[in-house]
């Protein structure tokens, strides 16, 4: 019997060690104890599976290899896609959780010592609600255990038994064995095994921790079992040993309770107390952090570690597709299976596929041109090789989807041709050269391929090539991948901190953190098996002789022994953190913490508040959390706007002599100078724009929708527009962004037809269908300099012989409350009317706008009954604003248009880009780029002042 905790079982080891020696663990973590010993000559490791395997062979019984875990659910999820109707697996069959559930309950019950036919004879007497289900229980074992037969694979269980049936007499060398129990669940049948091993000659020594005052039940239960004679370890004097139990000693570690705003903050604290303890002299690698769910800590701990400086190393199991290679491997799938071939495109962004960054628009040239044809890969196919020369990865693609695109193929035959297209593209090639990732990547390559493998022996039915890519992605979003992690900078003399989410891995630290101390993680909640109930169990420990299945009763008294377990690791030191609870959340702290404060006596008990973002200087022990709390303890400015002051910048953001600038950018210069040049100049688009319908509002104009004679002739025009507008936005959009933004524009085309001809009794004289002329334009003079303006409209005309009207189709709303909003809005209209009405002094301006109705803005006196209201046109007056005047009206307001303007193309002309801050801002798209403060008021002079 040993003591809890890293030290008791290595004490143990020490004293066992001697040539010829074999150390074998029930539960696979415990031999890092026998590890961590280092010593010169190493005894023989084996995990529990490795020495039942040897000992059969040895024993002359036949060769089978033991079914892995992904093999049992693979075999799994086909016994149940043949379930029967009438069972009551059939309706949760289909789900994943159903096969995973099953396996790990149909391996309880056989090392217990029941496989199907003992279910089947359980069934026969059982009471009637539990023999239906032990019924059908067989009847999945039964077949389960065909399908393991027959791919000539077994299970531990069933091998142990055949080394206690086999009569065979041969020796085998395993002498002396240790064997560690640790926390392993009741295994009636390798209690057999190893009692049948004694039997044999073989001289076994258990090792087990101390049962006392009720903790390490499992352990006491399983001696019992195995009557053997158990000698007492070393009584001990330890604080935990008063854990659960009445006496409380004097001699504690230094303790500490932190409660954090949330999850994040408390693995911020965590390694700072971490770098504290480094910083009082402990070694890194006396350090280490504990979190019952890894991966929801793992990845936050490492990320701090780095950032704050802490060396860390952890191996933690992480979602398959969060690796980018695994991603990209199914992404191409997905591009092979597609109907079109350019989201092969999409493909050469990925560093893993070799490609020149300028060599990619010559590749979407390509891709269009094969798919203008009609069969887009089939074109890619028959191109010559110097055509894809640039993509050496392109032409394999091109030759697997032409061989395999229409076959129908087994399981089996589709993991080759990954093998083979993997190898072939290249990638395989790709991850030899990336030396910092090349491990985490082959390992994700090989569960991709290991996952499909296993499921390949037990799906006989042919796939077609989309079939085998949606299973792909149902089992690779399921799937785990190992990934270790390290600092490399201290790996070889050993000095990086642990982080563990396993107590049979827990070393003894001279420092330790435990994280995540809440209800439901340690202890786990408490909850009955879906299969066998709380009441199924023990019915059946009681009426079946030689069966024990433990209870959630008896699971929930196992928490205890892993609590203990923890507290025993920590020598020096110990942290206990919990993110704290609020109306929000249901983070409730684990109750085993006010146990261990009773033991503890008087420990630091501290709260971190949100908006804690550094230490105090005098504490920041890392570079980050000084410049860190530097920041936020110097002064705060007042905010100042940025803007441009060198002569060399401002000349890129600046029209060049004699250029025109649009009537589009003076009007947003009006509004913010930064938006405009931004936009105008450097011709940087907001993420939003490229998936939005406001991209599709070209369509219209390029189809001239006015000048169509019928609807269906409108909308024939409009989709051809659509298909084009879709295939320039095609490279800057995922799949599924493209897909919704082609619905969207179908509905978007039809909308705008009906509303076009239910409104066409304007009886407006367009110009000719075959007219240039689809511009708008004057001239202003701002800074000294003349400059001309221009609007792109996509209709020109007039009405009763004399007023202009001029349509802008425009993705922006130009009715009240946006103007208001947006002060560009209103100058873009009125510059746009002042263009039109130069020399007239009246006219009409139609916003055709993705709402619902079209407006129509006016200057002067417009006749027509058209255009008051109704039939889906709003009606604006520009010019009601100048009444009274002694001037012409006309004059007067055009004169105040051309001031605002001549304001605003001064700014553009001046290239400062300096921000002007106001309600707009909340939705500028270049919210992200701009360094001002939203919501200041607008600056003086600007037209949100003055209007």
């Not at 009551?88 to 090392?111: F, N, Q």
């Not at 009637?128 to 694979?153: I, P």
């Not at 020149?356 to 089939?378: F, I, Q």
């Not at 002569?647 to 003076?666: H, K, L, Y």
Request: aromatic share 6%; charged share 25%; proline share 6%.
């Amino acid at each position: 019997m040993v003591r809890p905790g890293g030290p008791g079982w290595r004490e143990a080891l020490k004293a066992q060690i001697k040539p010829g020696l074999t150390i074998t663990a029930l539960e696979d973590s415990l031999l890092h104890q026998a590890k961590a010993l280092g010593l010169p000559d190493e005894p023989d490791l084996r995990t529990f599976g490795e020495l039942v395997g040897s000992i059969a062979r040895m024993l002359g019984l036949p060769e089978k290899r033991q079914a892995t875990t992904g093999q049992r659910q693979a075999l799994m999820e086909a016994v149940l896609a043949k379930v029967d109707s009438g069972s009551w697996l059939a309706a949760s069959a289909p789900h994943l959780g159903t096969a995973t559930t099953l396996v790990e309950r149909l391996s309880e019950l056989e090392h217990a010592g029941l496989d199907a036919a003992g279910l089947a004879n359980v069934a026969a007497s059982a009471p009637q609600g539990l023999s239906k289900r032990l019924e059908d229980l067989a009847q999945v074992a039964t077949q389960f255990e065909a399908g393991l037969a027959n791919s000539n694979r077994d299970t531990l269980a069933k091998r142990m038994l055949a080394c206690i049936a086999s009569d065979s007499d041969a020796p085998f060398p395993f002498k002396d064995v240790v064997v560690l129990l640790g926390q392993a669940k009741p295994d009636p049948v390798a209690e057999r095994f190893l009692t049948w091993l004694a039997a044999r000659g073989s001289t076994l020594t258990i090792i087990a921790e101390q049962p006392d005052g009720g903790l390490f039940g499992r352990t006491e239960r399983l001696l019992s079992r195995l009557q053997v004679a158990a000698e007492a370890s070393a009584p001990g004097n330890d604080w935990y040993d008063g854990l659960f139990r009445e006496p409380v000693q004097t001699q504690v570690p230094d303790a500490a309770f932190l409660a954090a705003p949330d999850v994040l903050t408390e693995c911020e604290e965590v390694v700072r107390w971490c770098l504290q303890a480094v910083n009082d002299g402990v070694l890194p690698h006396r350090i280490g952090i504990f979190a019952r769910s890894g991966e929801s800590y793992g990845p936050l701990l490492l990320a701090t570690a780095q950032r704050l400086g802490l060396p860390l190393a952890a191996t933690i199991s992480a979602p398959l597709l969060t690796s980018g290679f695994a991603r990209l491997v199914l992404r191409t799938l997905q591009a092979l299976v597609s109907t079109d071939v350019r989201d092969v495109g999409r493909l050469a962004l990925s560093s893993y596929f070799v490609s020149e960054p300028d060599s990619r628009s010559d590749l979407w040239t390509l891709l269009r041109s094969c798919h203008a044809t009609g069969d887009g890969w089939e074109a890619l196919f028959q191109l010559p090789p110097a055509d894809t020369k640039p993509w050496p990865w392109l032409a394999p693609l091109a030759d697997w989807h032409s061989t395999y695109h229409a076959e129908e193929a087994k399981l089996a035959d589709w993991v080759v041709r990954l093998h083979e297209l993997v190898g072939e593209t290249g990638l395989a090639e790709s991850l030899a050269e990336r030396h910092d990732m090349a491990s985490r990547d082959q390992r994700a390559l090989q569960v991709l391929q290991r996952s499909l493998a296993d499921r390949a022996g037990h799906s006989a039915a042919p796939l077609s090539l989309r079939s085998y890519v949606w299973l792909c992605r149902r089992v690779w979003e399921t799937e785990k991948v190992i990934v270790r992690v390290h600092d490399w900078r201290t790996e070889s003399a050993g000095q990086n901190a642990s982080f563990v989410s396993d107590t049979g891995s827990l070393d003894d630290y001279d420092a330790l953190a435990v994280v995540g101390m809440v209800e439901g993680s340690l202890p786990r909640r408490r909850r009955d098996d879906p299969v066998l109930s709380d009441s199924d169990r023990r019915w059946i420990n009681e009426n079946v002789p030689g069966v024990f299945l433990e209870s959630s009763e008896a699971a929930a008294e196992a928490e205890r022994d892993e609590f203990v377990r923890v507290c025993a690791s920590a020598a020096r030191r110990l942290l206990f953190t919990y993110p704290a609870s609020d109306d929000d959340r249901d983070n409730v702290p684990t109750l085993y913490l006010d146990e261990a404060k009773r033991c503890l006596g008087d420990v630091q008990e501290l709260t971190v508040r949100k908006g804690h973002y550094a230490p105090s200087p005098s504490l920041c022990l890392s570079p980050a959390d000084l410049a860190m709390r530097t920041c936020l303890d110097d002064p705060v400015p007042a905010r100042q706007i940025p803007f441009l002051t060198s002569p060399a910048a401002m000349v890129i953001v600046q029209p060049v002599e004699g250029d025109e600038v649009s009537a589009n950018e003076i009007a947003e210069a009006a509004a913010c100078p930064f938006r405009a040049a931004v936009r105008h100049r450097l011709k940087i688009d907001p993420p939003y724009t490229r998936s939005s319908l406001g991209a599709l509002v070209v369509v219209a104009e390029r189809a001239r929708l006015h000048a169509q004679p019928d609807m269906d002739t409108a909308v024939a025009a409009m989709q051809v527009e659509l298909d084009r507008r879709l295939a320039e936005l095609f490279p800057a959009l995922e799949s599924w962004e493209h897909s919704l933004l082609a619905s969207a524009g179908r509905r978007f085309v039809a909308k705008w037809a009906e509303r076009e001809f239910g409104i066409r009794s304007r009886q407006m004289e367009a110009d000719p269908p075959d007219s240039p002329v689809r511009h708008l334009g004057g001239r202003l003079t701002a800074s000294g300099r003349s400059t001309s303006f221009g609007l792109q409209v996509g209709d020109l005309g007039v009405i009763n012989g004399s007023v202009p009207v001029a349509r802008v189709y425009s993705s922006r709303s130009v009715g009240d409350n946006a103007r208001a909003d947006d002060p560009s809005i209103d100058l873009l209209v009125r510059l746009a009317a002042m263009a039109l009405a130069v020399g007239r002094g009246r006219a009409a301006l139609e916003f055709d706008t993705l709402d619902e109705d079209r407006v129509v803005f006016t200057v002067g006196d417009v006749v027509g009954k058209r255009f008051v209201g109704g039939g889906g046109i709003k009606k604006y007056p520009l010019d009601d604003l100048v009444s009274g005047a002694v001037r012409d009206p006309f004059a007067d307001w055009c004169d105040r248009v051309k001031s605002t303007a001549r304001d605003a193309l001064a700014q553009v002309l001046a290239g400062q880009m300096r921000p002007r801050p106001g309600r707009y801002c909340e939705r500028c798209g270049y919210a992200d780029l701009c360094r001002s403060a939203k919501g200041q008021d607008a600056t003086e002079g600007g037209w949100a002042s003055s209007n």
